[in-house]
T-cell receptor, first 116, second 109 residues
Framework: EAQVTQNPRYLITVTGKKLTVTCSQN?????MSWYRQDPGLGLRQIYY???????DKGDVPEGYKVSRKEKRNFPLILESPSPNQTSLYFC???????????????FGNGTRLTVT | DAKTTQPTSMDCAEGRAANLPCNHS???????VYWYRQIHSQGPQYIIH???NNETNEMASLIITEDRKSSTLILPHATLRDTAVYYC??????????FGKGTRLHILP
């Protein structure tokens, strides 16, 4: 089944303890992206990647790192989490077209992170 | 980056057509309009997309104005299960995809 898999679904941690949220897709998509969602603020893009070893900042990259060593994986790393990173996180992926950008995003089921 | 503007919320009676508007006045010639919806806190779900022609699939219809500066998503016979937040986005060439806050659609029984 074609899907984007995020782990874990729920995570409670303490300030300063490094964590990684994993994202994996099995659709051979070039493009992958991370979003965070907070009440009243909608979905905000953190980082995105257009292919292996290519990553770019979104609108809210501060406090996050990503890597794209393999096409299928795009982990989100919080080196020193803080309470303001408590949020619902989504990973998404899609194909990239060189012509019209007509490939829809596929989203994971989300990771609810709480930093105390 | 082409951004979109949507109403914050809308109501629609069950069984009626729900028409959700979106403005994207800065859209470029080859950028597609996409619609997604998010039910509760699940991952957003793709609904439909289009470039300049009207589109229809099993979920919805998409009407894009001739100047491409706005579009309307139509759910022909809304049900309670269509209660969700609906996002209209334009996918730019640089792939910095901005979702915004969407429209919260309430289907009234």
């Amino acid at each position: 089944e074609a899907q984007v898999t995020q782990n874990p679904r729920y995570l409670i941690t303490v300030t300063g303890k490094k964590l990684t949220v994993t994202c994996s897709q099995n659709m051979n998509h070039e493009y992958m992206s991370w979003y965070r969602q907070d009440p009243g603020l909608g979905l905000r893009q953190i980082y995105y990647s257009m292919n292996v070893e290519v990553t770019d900042k979104g609108d809210v990259p501060e406090g996050y790192k990503v890597s794209r060593k393999e096409k299928r994986n795009f982990p989100l790393i919080l080196e020193s989490p803080s309470p303001n990173q408590t949020s619902l996180y989504f990973c998404a992926s899609s194909f990239r077209d060189r012509g019209p950008y007509n490939s829809p995003l596929h989203f994971g089921n989300g990771t609810r992170l709480t930093v105390t | 980056d082409a951004k979109t503007t949507q109403p914050t919320s809308m109501d629609c009676a069950e069984g009626r057509a729900a028409n959700l508007p979106c403005n994207h006045s800065t859209i470029s010639g080859n950028e597609y309009v996409y619609w997604y919806r998010q039910i509760h806190s699940q991952g957003p779900q793709y609904i439909i997309h289009g470039l300049k022609n009207n589109e229809t699939n099993e979920m919805a219809s998409l009407i894009i104005t001739e100047d491409r500066k706005s579009s309307t998503l139509i759910l022909p016979h809304a049900t309670l299960r269509d209660t969700a937040v609906y996002y209209c986005i334009v996918r730019p060439r640089d792939d910095k995809i901005i979702f915004g806050k969407g429209t919260r659609l309430h289907i009234l029984p």
